[in-house]
């Protein structure tokens, strides 16, 4: 049993317990088998990390695994394609396309239980409503635009908060007056 307090005690304290005098591929696999279960999957990082926190001790590296295991690491993300290109809001219509292709995701990973799936997903939808925020409130962007993009930053939040409602809450917002006042008959 592992006595450490923190990820970075954790890490050395595993290195020492293998008492290995390099450290490779199956040290660094070890480690991070400990941590995943001790901290879960979010919080392993990359071997390059651990190996220079290893390296910060004295450890003598194996770099050719080490970088080898880091080049398998980065490749085989499972969520790489689902999230790639995903968060378009350049308008109305966009956006919409963005959080369907979000909520298709979500409900998915909430069928599989797959926590570091919703994290991710969320932290995708989080990162398009700050954007959205940041350019409602430049000055140096058209006000038209700035109130597009605020009312995008509306919708990601009102995903965000409660998913589950999003789809009926956007078809009565795009008929309301205040929409139609705003940006016109957008025919989504």
Known sequence: MFIS????DLIIEVWEKL???SVGKREIEAIETVVREKYGFSAVESPMIIARRLAGEGAELR??????LDVERRLESPYDAMFRNILKFADFKQTLASLRQLENLRRKFVAENDREGLRLMREIALKG????QMISKNARVAPEKRAAKQEIAEWFTIWLQNPEVFENWVILRKTSPDFIKRFGDTSI
């Open 5 to 8: 307090r923190t990820k970075t």
């Open 19 to 21: 008492d290995c005098e």
């Open 63 to 68: 770099h050719a695994e080490i970088m080898e």
């Open 129 to 132: 409503k700050n954007r959205a």
